[in-house]
T-cell receptor, first 108, second 116 residues
């Protein structure tokens, strides 16, 4: 089993839709969790950290499920500009392991 | 958060040659990381660049192939040596962003390498 796994997608959704991605991890001792956004031919940029209690930033909600060892990212009211690849990162020590990313395409 | 200047942004190189990638950070950071990202793949950590000591390499990566320098707390270089087409990839440097409420890792803009 890979350390960090994501469904590569693509997820193809209309504007205004709600979409959710999951990311599973194998190391139960993992302590830090992140979601990154990567646009085509660009570097990954931190979207949000994921806290144990879950956290929200505008239209984006991140949650952690330690029992089932996954994190999730929920995007509400999708915008065309949300089209990108979303990478999860899971850290056991201080260096995170990245998933392959999930591609999201938001269409009009 | 830290700002990283990475160069070159892209290069096309002949096999057998070497390319040195530079990353300059606008603040002092303890550790810098070098990643490789092949098309459709996740980020793979090559090594951790430590100031004042040798870099720490991940499994599958060796110093002879990917020598790293870290002369001070704001700068690092990664050299891709004796290149082959299999080295064609995007190479990224990264630093940890500390002290912010939403801490994480910041990346340089990447170097897109094509070996012909």
């Amino acid at each position: 089993r890979k350390e960090v796994e994501q469904d590569p997608g693509p997820f193809n959704v209309p504007e205004g839709a709600t979409v959710a991605f999951n990311c599973t991890y194998s190391n139960s001792a993992s302590q830090s969790f992140f979601w990154y956004r990567q646009d085509c031919r660009k570097e990954p940029k931190l979207l949000m950290s994921v806290y144990s209690s879950g956290n929200e930033d505008g239209r984006f909600t991140a949650q952690l499920n330690r029992a089932s060892q996954y994190i999730s990212l929920l995007i509400r009211d999708s915008k065309l500009s949300d089209s990108a690849t979303y990478l999860c990162a899971v850290g056991g020590g201080y260096i995170p392991t990245f998933g392959r990313g999930t591609s999201l395409i938001v269409h009009p | 958060s830290a700002v990283i200047s990475q160069k070159p942004s892209r290069d096309i190189c002949q096999r057998g040659t070497s390319l040195t990638i530079q990353c300059q950070v606008d603040s002092q950071v303890t550790m810098m990381f070098w990643y490789r990202q092949q098309p459709g793949q996740s980020l793979t950590l090559i090594a951790t660049a430590n100031q004042g000591s040798e870099a720490t390499y991940e499994s599958g990566f060796v110093i002879d192939k990917f020598p790293i320098s870290r002369p001070n707390l704001t700068f690092s270089t990664l050299t891709v040596s004796n290149m082959s087409p299999e080295d064609s990839s995007i190479y990224l440097c990264s630093v940890e962003v500390e002290g912010a409420a939403n801490y994480g890792y910041t990346f340089g803009s990447g170097t897109r390498l094509t070996v012909v």
